[in-house]
């Protein structure tokens, strides 16, 4: 079976509202993580995590945009776009290597982007060759991270993006939103209970992982569970 196209564009939002708003997120709410918990950031990626719901206008607009264009990608790819979490990510200097080749094959299947400031720049490598993925800001889109290899170039300024999983294991969508239930923006609480127990299961397997020889990347990048926030 061959695997699905890298990339699809579904539609373009005004980049410098979407900037003003996430800049307002930054300033004003306590960021969830530094890296990500499957080690394949650097701790210079920033996180912000919120959960279907959101009243925050860019985030109510992230999720508005996968209803609106669900049907053209059941048509193109077979299934729907399931998205219950957005995650807001900010790298506050991008000329800094930011993340490490990877895939994203066992918590999710393939992602919705929102690139907010500094155009994606993802590499993408199928077989030997490789693809250098620039987007103008405000472009939401489909990227396959499930079947192919990529990596987050480093360029220069500041990169803001948010992005959904698609079909997210379903442990951590009810962890993250028990995280969110008490916040009026439904942003999770890194520290909640629910959380704090998935993040550490995901710890372990990754862990295993990279030992084992089974991780996607050949090394870890940074542990989110090992950052002081």
């Known amino acids: ?20 708003q996430a800049k307002d997120i930054f300033d004003t709410m306590p960021r969830f993580q530094r890296g990500v918990g499957t080690a394949k950031f650097y701790d210079n990626y920033e996180m912000w995590y919120f959960v279907r719901g959101s ?12 209803d609106e264009h669900n049907e053209r990608f059941k048509h193109l790819y077979g299934r729907e776009i399931n998205v219950h979490v957005c995650r807001l990510t900010y790298v506050r200097d991008a000329s800094k290597e ?12 393939g992602n919705t982007h929102l690139t907010i400031e500094g155009n994606s720049n993802l590499l993408i490598k199928d077989e030997e060759y490789i693809t250098h993925l620039q987007v103008p800001n405000g472009t939401y889109f489909f990227f396959n991270a499930t079947e192919y290899q990529h990596l987050v170039k480093a360029t220069s300024g500041e990169r803001i993006e948010a992005c959904g999983f698609i079909d997210e294991q379903q442990s951590s969508v009810d962890a993250l939103y028990a995280a969110a239930e008490d ?31 089974r991780a996607s990347a050949e090394k870890p990048a940074s542990w989110s569970q090992e950052n002081e926030n």
Request: glycine share 6%.
């Open 98 to 109: 930011i993340g490490v080749w990877h895939q994203d094959g066992h918590y999710l299947n």
């Open 55 to 66: 009243k925050h206008p860019l985030i109510k607009k992230f999720f508005e945009l996968g």
């Open 1 to 20: 079976m061959a695997k699905e196209d890298y990339f699809t564009i579904f539609d373009k939002i005004d980049p410098n509202w979407a900037q003003e």
């Open 183 to 213: 916040h009026p923006y439904k942003l999770c609480d890194r520290d909640h209970p629910a959380w704090v127990q998935q993040r550490n299961e995901v710890y372990k397997y990754m862990k295993e992982s990279f030992e084992e020889g």
